[in-house]
């Protein structure tokens, strides 16, 4: 399977703790993007990068949250001093634009929460 | 800053009824505008796009959408719903230097036997 990955794809914890997360994108795509899904909700926008630049944060990004992307293909979302709100799903999309069409495709999510 | 509003957050339908979900847009430029589908715990799947090549958009399993801007809607239908159909659906507009997408709230759907 070509798609994009994450893991863990659950993941609990206790308030206070840090967490990261871990995206491979599809290996060709050069963009790659966090989202951050609530229950009831459609994703929002956290962050984007275009190979290991990030170029996009989220005003929802607070200074907890901490993206990377070191050789411009995985990526990795931390969390630090989790809290209760933190809890959600955090989707990554990536894409390799080709004409007008910036076709996103995502990973299974990582499902996180926070007790 | 664009926008997408989908009216009604639950449809039910009967198992071969016609689906219609409903989307609007905003936007100050050309838009481009997606349809999305999620399953339980999954992550989304791309069911069609509109990048102003066409007004009527086919997607895949059956779904087709159009884009009418006097409208600003992209309203997704199908002619006859399964019951695999049951999933939650999201419009979704790009914008941005980045192009992120920005999302409707959702519809959830429901296929009746």
């Known amino acids: 399977d070509t798609g994009v990955s994450q893991d863990p794809r659950h993941k609990i914890t206790k308030r206070g703790q840090n967490v990261t997360f871990r995206c491979d994108p599809i290996?060709?795509?050069?963009?790659l993007y966090w989202y951050r899904q609530t229950l009831g909700q459609g994703p929002e926008f956290l962050t984007y990068?275009?190979?290991?630049?990030?170029?996009?944060k989220s005003r929802l990004l607070s200074d907890r949250f901490s993206a990377e992307r070191p050789k411009g293909s995985f990526s990795t979302l931390e969390i630090q001093r989790t809290e209760q709100g933190d809890s959600a799903m955090y989707l990554c999309?990536?894409?390799?634009?080709?004409?007008?069409?910036?076709?996103?495709?995502f990973g299974p999510g990582t499902r996180l929460t926070v007790l | 800053a664009q926008s997408v509003t989908q009216l009604g957050s639950h449809v039910s339908v009967s198992e071969g009824a016609l689906v219609l979900l409903r989307c609007n847009y905003s936007?100050?430029?050309?838009?481009?505008l997606f349809w999305y589908v999620q399953y339980p715990n999954q992550g989304l799947q791309l069911l069609l796009k509109?990048?102003?090549?066409?007004?009527l958009v086919k997607g895949i399993n059956g779904f087709e959408a159009e884009f009418k801007k006097s409208e600003t809607s992209f309203h997704l239908t199908k002619p006859s719903a399964h019951m695999s159909d049951a999933a939650e659906y999201f419009c979704?507009?790009?914008?941005?230097?980045?192009?992120?997408?920005?999302f409707g709230s959702g519809t959830q759907l429901t296929v009746l036997p």
């Open positions: 999309a990536s894409s390799f634009p080709q004409g007008d069409s910036n076709e996103q495709f």
């Open positions: 290996s060709e795509h050069n963009r």
């Open positions: 990068f275009q190979n290991e630049a990030q170029l996009e």
């Open positions: 936007s100050s430029v050309p838009p481009y």
């Open positions: 509109y990048t102003s090549a066409a007004t």
């Open positions: 979704a507009v790009s914008s941005g230097s980045a192009r992120q997408l920005t």
